[in-house]
């Protein structure tokens, strides 16, 4: 396998944890963004590194690292909605009051 592909593979991940963490990372109760979000965020990163250690030409390379940014900043912002109660997202367990 050449470079471009493996680069390719890896900003895939990195676009899927992306995604991962888009979704989940406003799953503030109980701090479940910690656990379940964050991870997928983090191992995100690596990988869109690792995808611009091989391929640093490829479109995806921005598309990638612009989506992690963008979950990142939503996820805190629902943080910070959340904790000053001015937001509240119901998820499947529920948030206590």
């Known amino acids: ?3 471009q592909t493996k680069g390719t593979i890896f900003y895939i991940i990195s676009l899927l944890c992306g995604l991962w963490f888009f979704v989940f990372g406003t799953s503030w109760c109980w701090l479940m963004a910690l656990l379940f ?6 191992i995100g990163i690596r990988f869109w590194y690792l995808g ?5 030409h ?14 990142l900043i939503v996820s805190v912002t629902a943080f910070i909605l959340i904790s000053n109660n001015i937001w509240w997202v119901p998820t499947i367990m529920g948030c206590p009051d």
């Open 1 to 3: 396998m050449d470079k």
């Open 37 to 42: 979000a964050y991870p997928p965020g983090i």
């Open 52 to 56: 611009k250690k091989y391929n640093p």
């Open 58 to 71: 490829s479109k995806l390379k921005n598309i990638a690292l612009g989506l992690l940014l963008i979950a």
